[in-house]
């Protein structure tokens, strides 16, 4: 490090597990980039703080991720997509202000296209969750002509910040509980949630060989 050097890092709690440190600081090396990236745990009610610190330190820009990711929403300036989705993922700092970004969605469009081969228009799918990551999910399906979304969670209450997200596109949003997924046919299958974290699986809808799963959790 000098003190040229661009510091960036991943907000959130905990981050003890987060791989960016580890991937954002292999692609900086590889790239022959000034840029160190650092992991930034801040405790519950301390956001405010942190994102002061980010300006005051000189950082060039975050990360966010849980369970921060509504709340850095509410206390920043917004691009279009992060105001949508109530939630940023990504901070750029410039000229003493921090701007708020959500990427997931496209980045998620990009992925079900690029990697996945699958075209969402005119098809089912089944999301377990109703948090930041889901709502991106829901949007980039419904800019690609989902017909039906079904959004599987514990309490119905928490899917209507998703339904507001899609307010406006064709797309039929049907609020379900979890148990109600077995029951279900959905070309695309995606858990937003903590679930399988320690091995469990969400009860599943009928899937044959051409469903796409996906998990967005990652591990070790």
């Given at each position: 490090?000098?003190?040229?050097?661009?510091?960036?890092?991943?907000?959130?709690?905990?981050?003890?597990?987060?791989?960016?440190?580890?991937?954002?600081?292999?692609?900086?090396?590889?790239?022959?980039?000034?840029?160190?990236?650092?992991?930034?745990?801040?405790?519950?009610?301390?956001?405010?703080?942190?994102?002061?610190?980010?300006?005051?330190?000189?950082?060039?820009?975050?990360?966010?991720?849980?369970?921060?990711?509504?709340?850095?929403?509410?206390?920043?300036?917004?691009?279009?997509?992060?105001?949508?989705?109530?939630?940023?993922?990504?901070?750029?700092?410039?000229?003493?202000?921090?701007?708020?970004?959500?990427?997931?969605?496209?980045?998620?469009?990009?992925?079900?296209?690029?990697?996945?081969?699958?075209?969402?228009?005119?098809?089912?799918?089944?999301?377990?969750?109703?948090?930041?990551?889901?709502?991106?999910?829901?949007?980039?399906?419904?800019?690609?002509?989902?017909?039906?979304?079904?959004?599987?969670?514990?309490?119905?209450?928490?899917?209507?910040?998703?339904?507001r997200t899609l307010e406006g596109t064709p797309t039929q949003v049907s609020v379900i509980p979890l148990a109600q997924a077995p029951e279900l046919e959905a070309a695309l299958v995606v858990n937003a949630t903590p679930l399988g974290a320690g091995g469990e699986l969400p009860p599943l809808?009928?899937?044959?060989?051409?469903?796409?799963?996906?998990?967005?959790?990652?591990?070790?």
């Amino acid at each position: 490090m000098s003190g040229a050097t661009h510091t960036v890092g991943v907000i959130g709690w905990p981050v003890t597990e987060s791989l960016s440190p580890v991937i954002h600081n292999t692609a900086f090396i590889a790239l022959d980039l000034d840029w160190i990236y650092l992991p930034l745990p801040v405790p519950p009610g301390h956001v405010s703080q942190a994102l002061e610190g980010l300006t005051a330190l000189g950082f060039s820009g975050a990360n966010v991720t849980m369970p921060h990711k509504t709340e850095v929403a509410s206390r920043i300036a917004c691009t279009e997509d992060a105001e949508r989705l109530r939630a940023v993922n990504t901070i750029v700092a410039a000229d003493g202000e921090l701007i708020g970004h959500n990427t997931d969605a496209p980045g998620f469009a990009r992925f079900l296209e690029r990697d996945a081969g699958f075209d969402p228009a005119g098809k089912d799918a089944l999301v377990y969750g109703a948090g930041g990551a889901a709502r991106a999910c829901a949007l980039a399906l419904a800019r690609g002509g989902l017909r039906r979304l079904h959004v599987a969670v514990r309490d119905p209450s928490r899917a209507e910040q998703l339904e507001r997200t899609l307010e406006g596109t064709p797309t039929q949003v049907s609020v379900i509980p979890l148990a109600q997924a077995p029951e279900l046919e959905a070309a695309l299958v995606v858990n937003a949630t903590p679930l399988g974290a320690g091995g469990e699986l969400p009860p599943l809808p009928r899937l044959d060989e051409r469903s796409l799963v996906v998990d967005l959790r990652y591990r070790r």
